[in-house]
Antibody, heavy 125, light 108 residues
């Protein structure tokens, strides 16, 4: 079964740090790009970060650039999100999601086809 | 950045109704548009990719259309399990994905 399982969430004070993990199983993790997506309480989905299959290409949302670091360990089938200088507005459920690339008529289409159940991060004093 | 705007933000409908949700991009995104369904306390689920392709296992009552800046998600005959929040997402800009704000579909 294809599966993603997040962990590492919790309560942290403003300015603190947290490291999220996402364990992948049931597919060849090293062949897929991955994303982190978050959802603040009662709000919509916000894309946070992307990492290519090799880890050589990384993107961040402006809201987390300079504070969050995405990484992966293909040998361990794991994705990570190091979150520093946390703010109250970072409070959210954080999901990892597989990025599927479909080639069709010389175009590449990307979509997030597998999602974990999420891990909750609460930033509060 | 590409902005995605969904309408309506919320919608009340009855079982058996035909429902359409609209998503508009701030610039042309060709067919790089995906739709997700999310139920309370659950992770999002992919419904439609590349604007009109149905993800495996998704009922055929769901369909997507559009290209450029205007897209629609249609549910041909609402079922009780379809009451949820729906999000569009652009993948034209691979360096910065963006979601619409969501459309909450409620039972009338």
């Amino acid at each position: 079964e294809v599966q993603l399982v997040e962990s590492g969430g919790g309560l942290v004070q403003p300015g603190g740090s947290l490291r999220l993990s996402c364990a992948a199983s049931g597919f060849t993790f090293s062949s897929y790009e991955m994303n982190w997506v978050r959802q603040a309480p009662g709000k919509g989905l916000e894309w946070v970060s992307y990492i290519s299959s090799s880890g050589s290409t990384i993107y961040y949302a402006d809201s987390v650039k300079g504070r969050f670091t995405i990484s992966r360990d293909n040998a361990k089938n794991s994705l990570y999100l190091q979150m520093n200088s946390l703010r109250a507005e970072d409070t959210a459920v954080y999901y990892c999601a597989r990025d599927f690339r479909l080639e069709r008529e010389f175009h590449y289409y990307y979509y997030m086809d597998v999602w974990g159940k999420g891990t909750t991060v609460t930033v509060s004093s | 950045d590409i902005q995605m705007t969904q309408s309506p933000s919320s919608l009340s409908a009855s079982v058996g109704d035909r429902v359409t949700i609209t998503c508009r991009a701030s610039q042309s995104i060709s067919s790089y548009l995906n739709w997700y369904q999310q139920k309370p306390g659950k992770a999002p689920k992919l419904l439609i990719y590349a604007a009109s392709s149905l993800q495996s296992g998704v009922p055929s009552r769901f369909s997507g259309s559009g290209s450029g800046t205007d897209f629609t998600l249609t549910i041909s005959s609402l079922q009780p399990e379809d009451f949820a929040t729906y999000y569009c997402q652009q993948s034209y800009s691979t360096s910065m994905y963006t979601f619409g704000q969501g459309t909450k579909l409620e039972i009338k």
